[in-house]
């Protein structure tokens, strides 16, 4: 007997299915059945009463599901209380972030050491595949990055810090500055230079569809040369308003923003944080996440 042995037992019973628990815990249906029933002869006990409709447990499951369940509850509060003893000494954190998040993590740390001196936080950036990965392989303990309600999916825990929407930005000098709504039917001939981002990238050939003279010209993560682009190249570029937002004052001085048509709710740019499933996340992690939540919540309203 074995911990994955009773999750896969508890998941068959919750329900009532091998194929359903195969789904949750990312193994084949076989896997499950030849698991489950490796326990059955262990325990000299049939555990499930197996019909085409799915499984249900026998009065002797019953008892053994109680057990299980009990046994898990009690490894999981003892990994809690393990993980509060390594933190009480816990002083550093790896976050994992891409470029646009980068003054939100700084000030972040900034606030977080006033009550943690001896704070040790290190800083990975890259595009959003590359956060997922140095979260998905352990080398981040969070992950910061944009996203939409579509992308999400079980790799990971989201924890949305603040949903905001995707704007245009152009230099002062652009036409599209005087439109209240950016939407197809206005942009022709337009150059875009693109952040890194498949959500971005999927509303920008969204919007330019209804002109064959639209381009994009450059797609980096680099945010500096996005801005130098926009400022001095009169091209124009798309972000969620919460990044555009923490932009240093001197860009915000020559940069205008302005809505883009409206989007479905699934669609909507969220920043928020990432981190592994079913792995109980450090006090610390949460102690940063709340600071840099109240950070972007109180940051200066948008450009207009």
Known sequence: MNISQLQ????AAQFGSFTKAAS??????????????????EMDTIIFHRTKKGVSPTTEGELILKHAAAILKNIDSMQQELLMLKEDHM????????????PQVVQATLELMQ?????????????????????????????????????????????????GSAVIIMNTSSPLRYFKMISPETLENEVFVLYKDEHIE????????????????????????????????????????????????????QLVTVPIQQ???????????????NEPIPIMVEEFTARLTDLVNHISPQMN
Request: without cysteine; aromatic residues 6%; charged residues 15%.
């Open 8 to 11: 896969y037992l508890i998941s």
């Open 24 to 41: 949750v815990h990312h193994l084949t249906v076989p896997t499950i059945s030849q698991s489950i029933k490796q326990l059955e002869e």
């Open 91 to 102: 002083e550093s954190i790896t976050i994992a972030t891409i470029p646009g998040f980068v």
């Open 115 to 163: 009550s943690y001196p001896a704070l040790k936080v290190q800083m990975i950036e890259g595009d959003t595949q590359t956060v997922m990965k140095q979260v998905q392989e352990g080398y981040a303990n969070m992950g910061l990055l944009s996203y939409s309600k579509s992308q999400q999916n079980s790799t990971f825990e989201w924890f949305p810090i603040v949903e």
């Open 202 to 253: 999927n509303i920008a050939h969204d919007l330019m569809s209804a002109s064959a003279g639209n381009r994009i010209s450059l797609i980096t993560n680099n945010t500096d040369a996005l801005g130098q682009m926009v400022v001095k190249g009169n091209a124009i570029t798309i972000a969620p308003d919460f990044i555009v937002n923490a932009l240093a004052s001197t860009y915000k001085e």
């Open 263 to 277: 989007l479905g709710s699934d669609n909507k740019p969220i920043l928020g944080r990432i981190t592994k499933v």
